[in-house]
């Protein structure tokens, strides 16, 4: 069951003006499922993305990156089942007739479609099913079908991921609106975003501001979630402006708009990711680690991320004991796998769990009693502080447990 998270209804994901979304049945890997997804993007909308760092990443992100090089993006095509990475030739020959056929459809170029895949790695993709259900997905379209394209893009997620707002801007008369949706739930490790997500908005924003935004909105949102610390062969994050909510166009980041804006997708983008790790395969537990007082951003994230990713620890808060020794080590831990850090003063460093002080000046703290760190482990929502003594930057994690049922749900993903 994952942890505090509910499916969105169907109405609170509005519509953005100049995106249509359409799904189909195409059986790419199991039958009687909705496993094609085909979003149509009105002329003149631009797009943005980050990809996975993984070097094997897979086809349809090759293709994405060249793609995006020709910035006249209409369309997205994703399937899920089957990941078309780890498969060579083959697998780019597969993601560029993916592209040539929903240009066909659509009557556009093969360059202006994005490719994405996400299921099983080094099986290939049945391109003949996926070409063959796009007329399905096209006849489908329509500007209110995101709840059914966040089902569609799952695979072992266990609910749909989805999140909307809409925010004032100057001189518009309407609203601008933001939504997104997202799936992962496993071999969750992003090195840039997500295994796959995708934020629209109506707003009017340069090329160039938008490509800074996504990175952006990326680093502090789906940068922050980790399941189980493997990064994706597919990863990708994918940031849409349709430009049609009349605002005069974004092109300076120190506009007030941008500001508004900014903050309107961090928003979204963050309750699609906290969602990936709610759902995390197996989760019994949300786990938020904020890492304060360190000398830069980048050392307080690699802390947050040695005590999300370490089995001992996420093992323990499965069974709400506050095995204390084991988040110490996995704190100590990020010094000695990264080299760049500097060397940590343990004198300094304080932890919390919840709002119970349990180590500091090197060791136990002298207020600490068991019975507080159980109390604080049994929640099914847990935020871990550390503070490292030596600066003012700051970073934050999310995480969740590992369970008998990741184990389970991992053995018998190809079944």
């Given at each position: 069951m994952p942890v505090n998270l509910a499916a969105p209804s169907p109405e609170s994901l509005h519509?953005?003006?100049?995106?249509?979304?359409?799904?189909?049945?195409?059986?790419?890997?199991?039958?009687?499922?909705?496993?094609?997804?085909l979003i149509e993007l009105a002329p003149g909308s631009r797009v943005a993305g980050v990809f996975t760092q993984n070097r094997f990443c897979a086809a349809p992100v090759q293709v994405c990156r060249q793609h995006l090089l020709t910035g006249d993006i209409r369309a997205l095509v994703i399937n899920t089942g089957i990941a078309n990475a780890g498969t060579g030739d083959p697998g780019l020959a597969a993601a560029n007739a993916t592209c040539a056929a929903a240009a066909q459809l659509l009557g556009v170029n093969a360059a202006q479609v994005l490719p994405f895949s996400t299921g099983v790695i080094m099986e290939p993709l049945p391109v003949e099913r996926l070409v063959a259900?796009?007329?399905?997905?096209?006849?489908?379209?329509?500007?209110?079908?995101?709840?059914?394209?966040?089902?569609?893009?799952?695979?072992?997620?266990?609910?749909?991921?989805?999140?909307?707002?809409?925010?004032?801007?100057?001189?518009?008369?309407?609203?601008?609106?933001?939504?997104?949706?997202?799936?992962?739930?496993?071999?969750?490790?992003?090195?840039?975003?997500?295994?796959?997500?995708?934020v629209a908005t109506d707003a009017a924003i340069s090329q160039p501001l938008l490509d800074r935004l996504v990175q952006e909105v990326a680093d502090e949102s789906f940068n922050c979630v980790t399941v189980d610390?493997?990064?994706?062969?597919?990863?990708?994050?994918?940031?849409?402006?349709?430009?049609?909510?009349?605002?005069?166009?974004?092109?300076?980041?120190?506009?007030?708009?941008?500001?508004?804006?900014?903050?309107?997708?961090?928003?979204?983008?963050?309750?699609?990711?906290?969602?990936?790790?709610?759902?995390?395969?197996?989760?019994?537990?949300?786990?938020?680690?904020?890492?304060?007082?360190?000398?830069?951003?980048?050392?307080?994230?690699?802390?947050?991320?040695?005590?999300?990713?370490?089995?001992?620890?996420?093992?323990?808060?499965?069974?709400?004991?506050?095995?204390?020794?084991?988040?110490?080590?996995?704190?100590?831990?990020?010094?000695?796998?990264?080299?760049?850090?500097?060397?940590?003063?343990v004198a300094r460093l304080k932890l919390w769990l919840g709002d119970v002080l349990v180590a500091e000046n090197g060791g136990r703290a002298a207020s600490y009693r068991e019975e507080d760190g159980s109390r604080v482990m049994k929640p099914a929502e847990i935020v871990i502080r550390v503070d490292l003594g030596r600066g003012a930057a700051r970073g934050k994690v999310w995480t969740c447990d590992f369970s008998y049922d990741y184990v389970k749900i991992n053995a018998d993903y190809r079944s």
């Open positions: 519509a953005v003006a100049g995106v249509r979304l359409g799904v189909a049945e195409a059986g790419i890997r199991k039958a009687n499922r909705r496993d094609l997804t259900g796009l007329p399905a997905c096209r006849a489908a379209l329509k500007a209110d079908g995101w709840f059914e394209a966040a089902q569609a893009i799952m695979t072992t997620d266990t609910l749909p991921k989805g999140a909307s707002q809409k925010v004032g801007a100057s001189g518009t008369a309407a609203a601008i609106t933001v939504t997104g949706i997202s799936k992962g739930a496993g071999m969750i490790k992003p090195n840039m975003a997500t295994m796959l997500g995708f610390g493997d990064t994706s062969t597919n990863d990708s994050f994918i940031l849409i402006a349709t430009g049609q909510a009349g605002n005069a166009e974004i092109v300076d980041a120190m506009e007030p708009d941008y500001a508004v804006l900014r903050e309107a997708v961090t928003a979204v983008a963050a309750t699609l990711a906290q969602a990936i790790a709610r759902d995390g395969e197996g989760a019994t537990k949300f786990i938020e680690i904020q890492v304060d007082g360190g000398a830069t951003h980048d050392e307080c994230k690699a802390v947050g991320y040695a005590i999300a990713h370490s089995p001992l620890v996420k093992t323990a808060f499965f069974a709400s004991d506050p095995n204390l020794g084991r988040i110490l080590g996995a704190i100590g831990n990020a010094w000695g796998n990264d080299p760049a850090l500097r060397d940590l003063d």
